[in-house]
């Protein structure tokens, strides 16, 4: 009876209000994203209006709407359940990090949580402004002076907030704010994993800011592994289709 006991106590204490806890019969869903066609080509970026920013650029900075990796894999995607996940847990209180660093965006696509802080930094010796421009939640804009503490933010929401810089307009990211407990961000290999989910069917989305959304409808059956992967058709830009 005392173990029983104990059992109940430790087994209250790890699923606690906040704490995930992941079911013994779990399952998963792993994937790549990838793309076909011929995407659009990363382009140097002009900072000459701030020379500042260019002495931080030996090599010129690049555009990051379309970055790709080898064997047609694209980075930047965010791939989550949009459909038939379990209730969420409470919000994260560890925020994420956004810096400023060289005249850009550190994390070109932050995902994170509704009710999660998003702690805003400014790394380099200059002022930048950050200016997430929402549509469903309360839009902002602020300055930040270099040398000022980071502060925080969060988003009640769930919302895909493209962020910009009204002092260097070459400053673009995307906030990615979502209900879910189950996401990811492809990396240059294009993969993701979405652990932690019980049986059940459930859709899966890929969102990318040039090229768009794709779902698809996952069952789990047990603790078994299941695979999504995406593929999505890219085409070049009017720049690179121009005749020279």
Not at 121 to 146: F, G, T
Not at 192 to 212: K, N
Request: glycine fraction near 6%; aromatic fraction near 8%; charge should be neutral.
């Amino acid at each position: 009876m005392q173990l029983a006991r104990a059992c109940m106590t430790v087994l209250s204490i790890l699923c606690a209000p906040g704490v995930v806890c992941a079911s013994p019969n779990a399952g998963a869903i792993t994937g790549k994203v990838t793309y076909t066609g011929t995407p659009a080509k990363a382009r140097p970026i002009d900072m000459s209006k701030e020379p500042a920013c260019v002495k931080m650029h030996p090599e010129k900075a690049m555009t990051e709407n379309v970055v790709t990796g080898p064997g047609n894999t694209l980075r930047n995607v965010v791939v989550y359940i949009s459909a038939g996940a379990p209730e969420p847990s409470a919000a994260p209180t560890t925020a994420v990090s956004f810096d400023q660093k060289g005249c850009h965006y550190t994390t070109h696509v932050l995902a994170f949580r509704t009710g999660q802080n998003v702690q805003i930094s400014n790394s380099d010796s200059l002022s930048h402004n950050i200016h997430p421009v929402a549509k469903i939640n309360r839009e902002w804009n602020r300055i930040q002076l270099p040398g000022t503490p980071p502060f925080s933010y969060s988003y009640e929401n769930e919302e895909f907030i493209p962020v910009k810089c009204n002092i260097h307009s070459w400053m673009k990211a995307y906030f990615v704010v979502l209900k879910t407990d189950h996401f990811g961000v492809t990396g240059q290999d294009g993969t993701f994993r979405l652990p932690d989910l019980p049986p059940g069917t459930y859709t899966v989305t890929a969102w990318h800011e040039t090229y768009g959304t794709q779902s698809q409808e996952i069952t789990i059956a047990g603790d078994e592994t299941q695979t999504a992967n995406f593929v999505f058709k890219a085409i070049p830009s009017r720049e690179d289709s121009s005749p020279r």
